[in-house]
């Protein structure tokens, strides 16, 4: 059998990659003060920034946006898109949102308020954001071993069972908004989640009579892994696998801009009437009207298509097996990585990797930083730059891991392009000692990460 795993496509229309050298990348970084969300994608030549929204559409995605009925209601396309996601979910009330978050404002929103908790085994910032804003509170409950970034375990994203019947007894029931699975856990390193573990949180939530819903960006990553490592799913399909994952729930939030393989798009979908109705009237005074709430006619077109093309077992197949690739290289040559390797991206420990810089000059912003001088490759620190605070003293209060994640966009980079970024990191493990800490020189109260100001420390 031959080892290389190609990949299951041809390319039909190029995007040019504007080629740059160190010197002029030294530059660009130093205008954009070391924030690399702050420099021009086209100064890119690797973007590993997210796996949201930047996927490679199918020619049958391209050619179904032809037939964009763009009508305000009722339009031909919603119904494809409608039908697409009730094949795969069966849910009562699809929604459509114009990304994911739109999707947990709406929700989250309604459901939380003073008082209101919500549990997940790990909530996505936009989230625990939505839920916080509306003055409830995000509790994480992930298991232990999901805590640790150098354990091996099949199933590190799963939710904690005791932990989530303590905080429903500790709540009360009645207080508990909802218990959100995020399939695959993104901020726990993109690690999935059980087919068991997902029945116990369902069989919790029945006995509590509490609202059950699947964070479902990256499902069908989920259903892979379940394949793989669950026992009795050898025969299943993915799509099969990721239907009974949704009959378990009792709705689902989706970003469209993983899993459905678009670069825009979302939906709501719930079982409830009453849930369901009252939602219709917020996404209807925000988004827009029931039959497409803020997504154009051949958006719809390309999320039905995306959202059936993603469970082809060769794609799948593909993906995982091309992120594994990449972390696989990079824990043999000694780079610090989590493991197992996760379903959308290869997550570094920087503060292994760059150990001998202290966690208040941020190794993770440092390696950043080094991998877009080095090789023009954009990345994102998460840790204490995204999410650390201040003691009373000023002090660095820092973030539990001091990560830089590598998101592989779906369907666009190559071999050769994930070679290149393994060759980067050869260059940047020999001369690692070398690399200097940062300091931020400005930044926001919130979400600092995004627009921060850094400077190097000679
Ligand atoms: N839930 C999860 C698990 C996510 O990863 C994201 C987005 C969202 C919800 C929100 O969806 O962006 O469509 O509003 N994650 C992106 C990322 C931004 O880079 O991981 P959205």
Redesign the pocket.
């Known amino acids: 059998m031959p080892k290389t795993i190609i990949e299951p496509f041809r390319i039909k229309m190029v995007e040019p990659i504007q080629m740059t050298t160190k010197q002029e990348r030294i530059k660009l970084l130093k205008q954009a003060h070391y924030n690399t969300f702050l420099l021009q994608a086209k100064d890119v030549i690797i973007d590993l920034?997210?796996?949201?929204?930047t996927s490679a559409m199918s020619s049958a995605q391209w050619s179904a946006m032809m037939l964009g009925d763009e009508s305000y209601a009722g339009a031909r396309s919603w119904i494809k898109m409608e039908d697409s996601v009730k094949d795969i979910t069966n849910y009562k009330y699809i929604l459509p949102t114009h990304?994911?978050?739109?999707a947990?404002r709406i929700l989250y929103g309604h459901l939380g308020g003073k008082g209101k908790v919500f549990i997940s085994n790990t909530h996505?910032d936009?989230?625990r954001a939505n839920i916080e804003f509306s003055g409830a509170e995000a509790v994480d409950c992930l298991t232990e071993v999901g805590k640790n970034s150098a354990t091996e375990h099949p199933f590190k994203g799963n939710l904690d069972i005791k932990k989530l019947n303590d905080t429903i007894n500790d709540w009360g029931a009645k207080n508990v908004g909802a218990v959100i699975l995020?399939v695959t856990n993104?901020?726990g390193g993109g690690q999935p989640v059980s087919m068991n573990n997902a029945k116990e949180v369902a069989q919790a939530c029945k006995a509590h009579g509490v609202l059950f819903i699947l964070?479902a960006?990256?499902i069908a990553e989920n259903s892979y892994f379940i394949k793989q490592r669950e026992d009795g799913f050898e025969n299943y399909t993915y799509k099969q696998i990721a239907q009974e994952m949704f009959s378990l729930a009792d709705g689902c939030?989706m970003?469209?801009?993983?899993d459905a393989m678009v670069n825009m798009g979302?939906f709501l979908a719930l079982n409830n009437d009453k849930l369901a109705e009252e939602c219709t009237n917020l996404l209807i005074i925000t988004e827009g009207f029931s039959t497409y709430g803020g997504l154009s006619g051949r958006d719809m077109e390309a999320l039905a298509v995306g959202f059936q093309e993603v469970f082809d077992a060769d794609y799948l197949h593909y993906r995982i097996t091309s992120i594994t690739y990449l972390g696989d290289k990079l824990n043999a040559m000694g780079v610090p990585i989590m493991l197992p390797v996760g379903g959308h991206a290869v997550y570094i420990d920087a503060r292994k990797f760059y150990s001998h810089i202290p966690i208040n000059q941020y190794p993770g912003q440092s390696l950043v930083c080094d991998l877009y001088e080095k090789g023009g490759i954009r990345s994102v620190e998460i840790g204490s730059v995204m999410f650390g605070k201040y003691d009373d003293k000023g002090d660095l209060i820092p973030a539990a891991m001091d990560l830089v994640r590598l998101?592989i966009p779906r369907r666009v980079y190559t071999q050769s392009h994930i070679d290149y970024v393994i060759e980067i990191f050869e260059e940047l493990l020999k001369n690692r000692r070398k690399s200097k800490g940062i300091i931020i020189t400005k930044e926001t109260e919130f979400l600092r990460h995004f627009t921060a100001h850094f400077k190097r420390i000679d």
Do not use: H, I, M
């Open positions: 920034l997210t796996d949201s929204g990304q994911g978050r739109a947990e996505f936009t989230t995020t993104n901020s964070d960006c990256r939030t970003s469209a801009k993983k979302g998101a």
